[in-house]
């Protein structure tokens, strides 16, 4: 499968807690972006890399939310502390500079 | 500010017939791209269809197209022969040639009635 792989798909967690997401992209796209999206929404930007370089970030929810890319391959997205309000689907896409290809997403509830 | 603009929160179409979901945007940008995703319940956001801006002729894939009217600004999807497995969310995207960042509209759901 050569798709945008995200891990896990789902992930239950109480309040307080620390999570960390896991996305790969496609090998050949350099530009990695993270969404949140909420029932009934569209999705949400967080931040934005490009290789391993983190180019947006100020789009992050607060400071409990952080994301890093090493070596420009796969990237990881950690909230700390969770909240319930954090409960979401986040979506990872991957792109050369146009067309974003997305994951299946990670679901998380914070109870 | 660039901004895009799904003004139908729902539709409902009967199968097999033709239905057409409208988007605008906000841009003062000349190059761009324009994207529909779709989003069934729960499930993966796919791309269905994509525009470049510099391209005057509508795109076309299998029963979507769109109808993209630069100087109003407007992308329009047309869904013919409808079919149940076309029901989900259907997102409307601009993507300045000159930034990172997927604009995106509020969605419109997609109902087929068999």
């Known amino acids: 499968d050569t798709g945008v792989s995200q891990d896990p798909r789902h992930k239950i967690t109480k309040r307080g807690q620390n999570v960390t997401f896991r996305c790969d992209p496609i090998?050949?796209?350099?530009?990695l972006y993270w969404y949140r999206q909420t029932l009934g929404q569209g999705p949400e930007f967080l931040t934005y890399f490009q290789n391993e370089a983190q180019l947006e970030k100020s789009r992050l929810l607060s400071d409990r939310f952080s994301a890093e890319r090493p070596k420009g391959s796969f990237s990881t997205l950690e909230i700390q502390r969770t909240e319930q309000g954090d409960s979401a689907m986040y979506l990872c896409?991957?792109?050369?500079?146009?067309?974003?290809?997305f994951g299946p997403g990670t679901r998380l509830t914070v109870l | 500010a660039q901004t895009v603009t799904q003004s139908q929160p729902e539709m409902s179409v009967q199968e097999a017939e033709t239905v057409t979901l409208s988007c605008t945007y906000d841009t003062s940008e000349s190059d761009y791209y324009l994207f529909w995703y779709k989003q069934p319940p729960s499930r993966q956001m796919i791309l269905v269809i994509r525009q470049e801006a510099y391209k005057q002729q509508n795109a076309t894939e299998n029963r979507f197209s769109v109808n993209f009217q630069k100087a109003a600004k407007s992308f329009s999807l047309k869904i013919s022969d409808s079919q149940l497995g076309d029901a989900a969310m259907y997102f409307c995207a601009y993507f300045p040639d000159s930034n990172y960042q997927l604009i995106w509209g509020a969605g419109t759901k997609l109902i087929i009635k068999p």
């Open positions: 090998s050949e796209h350099n530009r």
């Open positions: 896409a991957s792109s050369p500079p146009d067309e974003q290809f």
